[in-house]
Each structure stands twice: as structure tokens, then as C-alpha cells.
């Protein structure tokens, strides 16, 4: 009778509905909000509830036994006295291939107005970049369908790449391109900090109905809060690591982490952080590699990783674009000049380069790209000289050959928005341009 007893006891624990242990907001500074209880761990996702609003929240640090909490939506009425809900785990999105065709918000919230994501599969925004030695090495090239980056800074599939440039030179639009052009099996597009009205330009006029197909777009515009923009940031990566997982080749866009960088600068300044350089906290410098070394090749798929990085004055050594590039497998860089000469896209060849292009090309493809930088520069050292009529032609033949080839060369670089380049016509342009067979 007694262990009958104790097992009807055990069932009903067991299936007992238990009640949560709820803390109480005591103070709020700024962004940084304060909670007495409840037991919580690092970047837990906790529910701030009361008059009848419920406030997603993470917590972001602690002060001797108060929680510290960051919002992840608005906190308009939040008044000390509010539950803190923990949920036991960080916030979670949904992955898998419900999500190709999707635009969701940083906290996996569909925005677009076609119901809930038909997918089971959630998966924690925090992870782990792949350990060193379980990646594949990089050894095949990936189209981008764009003529200058596919014939000059090959992008090799699983690479990390960076597009540097100042606002309005064309970072949005040259994405666009990619995203419709490349030759992986689908791509996820995060818009960190975006204008609100650039997103729906972004979606229906640069990445177009067809590369919205094959795509997930992750949005979190600039008026949301920091943690939000960081949250979509990590979002992303996570939904692309599950697309890596199930063997896929994905195209990861980033645009741009120049705004992630403002978001955990703003979070690491309401916590405490003493500011470093130029007002960057040391949890950004800490925080970018932890994001962008997500991305790479894994054990059976690749993550081809396009961030672009917003240089504050045109200026290519800012704190984080000096980090980032240090980073990445390479750097594209789209020059003001020029894209006001009319080109686009704006690429500054001699001024970028891809660090996997030696082992994704052949030798006579990296031949004929130096010999069109090697004509591109020439060219420039001398055209101060040629447009004022100083230069006689004759007194230097790599002079006259770069002369004469330029307008090809001017050709080979723009490129209409729609126009589409396979990588094996890239090449074979190059080789009619460079002489080459």
C-alpha cells in the first residue's frame, strides 16, 4: 500500500503544473532595467509582465543580487513592480527551409503578413563558431554573378568577405545582385539598423521576387532597440547555420556590422563598459569575431559570409572597419570617386583584395587578373599626365597598352544592375581583355 502510494505521489509531482518563480522590476536607467529575482543566467530571456503588457527582456548583466535586463520591444508603462518571468534559455528563431521566401523581425517574428513559419525546428540565436580543425578547406570558387569580384577578387565558397564603403556609394544594391546571382542553394540577408523605408525598397526593387525565392530576410530597422539589432544579427547566423547543417550552400548577407558594433556599443555603455576607441566598449572588439567566425565552411555545408561595413567619413582605418578586415578572408571596396564617375559597381580594385583567391582559381586566372591590375594602375599613376597632353605616346609601352585598353577595361568593371555574369564568362572576358587564350 505504501509503494503505491509514493508512485501516485511521484505521477502526480511529475505531472504537476508548477508555478513560475517570478522576480519584481525594482529600477530602470536608460536602456538598463533592474529586477529583483528571479535565479536567471547570462543572456536568458526573461518576460516582463504587467497592466496587461508583456515585454520580452534579456539579461545582460548583474549588480551585486538585481538582475539587470536589456528590452527587446517598447517599455512604454514599464513601472517598478512588474513580474520578471526567466524562461529558462536564450531566445530561440525558426529555422529550416520554411523560412526560404520569409521576411521575420530580429526576434524570428514573421513581418510580412503570410502567417506563422511553417517549420517545428527552433534553434538558440547563441552558438559556437565550428572547431578549427572540423572545417573543410576552402578549394572551390563561388559565382556571384558579378563580372569584377568573379574575374578579379574571386570569392571562394565558405569565404568571409567584406564590402567597405561610405553611404550611398551602392552596398544595398550590389547585394541585391548577389543575392539574385549567385550560384549557392539559398541566402540569408540580415538588414541591421536599416531605414525603415529602405526595407521594402531593399526587398521589392533590389532583391526582386526572384531573390526573394530562394531567400530569409531578417530585419531589425534603426528606431528598435540595440539589443534587438544584435539579437537579428545572431539570428541570421543561426539560421544559416542550420541551413549549413542540413549540407546546403549558403550566402550570409550583413548589412551592415558597422550597426551591429553601435548596438553593442550602446549595450556595453548602459552596463558600465569605459568606453576605448573613439567610444567603441571592449565587448564590440569582442563580440565581432564571435559573429563573424560563425560563418565558413562546416563538416558538410558552407556559410559564404558578405558583410558590409558603413566607414564613417570614407574612412577605411576606423575602429571597426580596422577590425573587421583583420577578420575576414578579404575586403571589397567601393569607392565614392568613382561611383560618382558613374560606374557601378563602384568596385576599387587595386584597393581590394581576396585572400582564398590563390586556391580557388587556376594559375593563368590569377595571371590575366594581375595583368589587369597591373594595366588599371599604370593607367592611374599616368592620368594626370594624359589628360593634360604631357604624355607622348611611344615613350612607355605598358603606358600606350593601358591607353588603349581602357575603355575595355572601363567596360569589363560596370556592370547594369540587371545584367546577369556567369563566373566562366567573367573569365574568358578577362582573357579577351588580358591577351590571354
Known amino acids: 500500500m505504501g509503494l503505491l502510494s509514493w508512485s501516485s505521489l511521484r505521477t502526480a509531482l511529475c505531472d504537476a503544473e508548477l508555478i513560475p518563480v517570478v522576480g519584481r522590476v525594482t529600477g530602470a536607467t536608460g536602456l538598463l532595467i533592474e529586477a529583483a529575482g528571479p535565479q536567471a543566467t547570462m543572456n536568458e530571456l526573461c518576460y516582463l509582465r504587467g497592466d496587461g503588457f508583456e515585454v520580452p527582456a534579456e539579461v545582460v548583466g548583474f549588480r551585486e543580487d538585481k538582475l539587470l535586463l536589456m528590452p527587446l520591444g517598447e517599455t512604454e508603462g514599464l513601472r517598478p513592480g512588474w513580474q520578471v518571468v526567466g524562461t529558462g534559455g536564450a531566445l530561440s528563431v525558426p529555422a529550416g527551409p520554411g523560412l526560404l521566401g520569409r521576411v521575420i523581425d530580429g526576434l524570428g517574428h514573421p513581418m510580412d503578413g503570410k502567417g506563422p513559419v511553417p517549420t517545428d525546428r527552433m534553434r538558440p540565436v547563441t552558438g559556437l563558431p565550428p572547431a578549427p580543425l572540423s572545417r573543410q578547406r576552402i578549394h572551390a570558387p563561388l559565382g556571384l554573378g558579378v563580372r569584377s569580384l568573379d574575374g578579379l577578387l574571386t570569392v571562394g565558397r565558405g569565404q568571409r568577405i567584406g564590402i567597405f564603403a561610405g553611404s550611398g556609394v551602392g552596398k544595398s544594391t550590389l547585394l541585391g545582385m548577389v543575392a539574385r546571382s549567385a550560384s549557392a542553394d539559398c541566402n540569408v540577408i540580415a538588414l541591421i539598423g536599416e531605414r525603415g523605408r529602405e526595407v521594402r525598397e531593399f526587398i521589392e526593387r533590389d532583391l526582386g521576387e526572384e531573390g526573394l525565392r530562394r531567400s530569409v530576410v531578417v530585419v531589425a530597422t534603426s528606431e528598435q532597440p540595440a539589443l ?15 541551413f549549413r547543417d542540413d549540407g546546403k550552400d549558403v550566402v550570409l548577407m550583413m548589412d551592415s556590422v558597422t550597426r551591429l558594433a553601435q548596438g553593442q556599443r550602446e549595450v556595453g555603455l548602459s552596463v558600465g563598459e569605459p568606453p576605448a576607441t573613439r567610444g567603441y566598449t571592449p565587448s564590440v572588439f569582442t563580440l565581432l569575431p564571435k559573429v563573424l567566425e560563425r560563418s565558413g565552411m562546416g563538416e558538410c555545408g558552407s556559410i559564404t559570409g558578405i558583410y558590409t561595413v558603413l566607414v564613417d567619413g570614407d574612412d577605411m582605418n576606423e575602429p571597426v572597419a580596422d577590425t573587421v578586415r583583420g ?7 567601393l ?11 563602384a568596385v576599387d580594385v587595386l584597393a581590394s583584395v581576396s585572400r582564398v583567391m590563390p586556391e580557388v582559381t587556376t594559375r593563368e586566372h590569377q595571371v590575366m587578373a594581375r595583368r589587369f591590375r597591373q594595366l588599371l594602375a599604370t593607367y592611374m599613376e599616368a592620368e594626370d599626365l594624359i589628360n593634360i597632353g604631357a604624355y607622348l605616346p611611344g615613350s612607355n609601352a605598358l603606358i600606350d597598352e593601358a591607353v588603349q585598353k ?3 577595361i572601363k567596360r569589363y568593371l560596370g556592370q547594369r544592375v540587371d545584367e546577369v555574369t556567369g563566373f566562366d564568362e567573367a573569365r574568358t572576358a578577362l582573357a579577351a581583355l588580358c591577351g590571354e587564350v
Open 335 to 345: 569607392s565614392r570617386k568613382l561611383a560618382h564617375a558613374g560606374q557601378f559597381p
Open 228 to 242: 534587438v539589432r544584435i539579437r537579428a544579427a545572431l539570428a541570421a547566423t543561426a539560421i544559416a547555420e542550420a
Open 406 to 408: 581602357m575603355p575595355a
Open 327 to 333: 577578420i575576414l578572408d578579404g575586403h571589397v571596396v
